[in-house]
């Protein structure tokens, strides 16, 4: 069923002319490869701090690489480690020593993973986004800098409409949970015997935690490219 699926989604894919089928089909094949290679690692990984230390390192080195090569195919594209790391980190140990995310395997995984898969997605976006909009406007970023502007500023100027764009998933996420969609810490808290109420609440400060990584994401994003040290050139 689901390889029907699969394939199904690349012939409408290709069908619209969206030029994105082969990528679909071989995400398709790779998230089926590497959700069976975690299913067989987690349980050992989530005992060991060793392991565990090296599967978010893993985790994240996999988010810089993905989101580095969607926004440039330079050797800039190694900039996209900041954006990440700057969101991600101080948000998980804000976490940890509050104590709403406990310092055990099976809950700092998944919530990390969500929290770098948040930023991965905030820094293409607002990276692709920014860059695509000075390579369509930059005879109006000349003309910022022959009025006196400094080149980030006319950059920034440009440049940041849209990559806030970028937050606008996120946004809509958060306005909309409970009405439109029912989140996978939601659910699995309930189908794993929680109360409504404490589904909720994980629910809420991963949603929150989620905002905060992706609007730093989406900052240092922006200003790397500003600075012309995220480039296409």
């Known amino acids: 069923m689901l390889a029907v699926l699969l394939v199904c989604t690349a012939a409408v894919a290709a069908w619209a002319s969206l030029g994105r089928s082969r990528e679909i089909v071989v995400a398709g094949l790779r998230a089926a490869i590497q959700l ?3 299913s067989l690692l987690i349980g050992w990984v989530v005992h ?36 990440i790391g700057a969101g991600v980190v101080p948000v998980v140990v804000a976490l940890l020593l509050t104590g709403l995310l406990p310092l055990r395997g099976i809950t700092l995984i998944p919530v990390t ?16 986004r920014a860059l695509d909009e000075l390579g369509t406007r930059w005879g109006e970023v000349e003309a910022g800098m022959a009025l006196g502007l400094l080149d980030r500023d006319a950059r920034l100027e440009i440049a940041r409409p849209a990559a806030a764009d970028a ?15 029912l989140p996978g810490a939601f659910v ?9 109420v404490e589904a909720g609440a ?15 994401a989406v900052a240092l994003v922006l200003e790397l490219v500003a600075r012309g040290l995220l480039h296409r050139s």
């Open 188 to 196: 699995g808290m309930l189908l794993g015997g929680a109360s409504p």
């Open 48 to 83: 060991s701090l060793g392991p565990l230390l090296g599967f978010l390192a893993m985790m994240f080195a996999v988010a810089v690489r993905t989101a580095g090569r969607r926004v440039t195919p330079n050797r800039t594209w190694w900039w996209a480690a900041l954006p």
């Open 36 to 38: 069976a290679a975690v």
């Open 167 to 181: 937050l606008l998933p996120g946004l809509d996420q958060t306005r909309t949970v409970g009405l439109v969609t």
């Open 113 to 128: 993973g969500i929290l770098i898969g948040g930023a991965l997605t905030a820094t293409v976006l607002g990276g692709r």
């Open 202 to 216: 994980v629910q809420l400060f991963v949603l929150v935690a989620l905002m905060a990584v992706q609007v730093v």
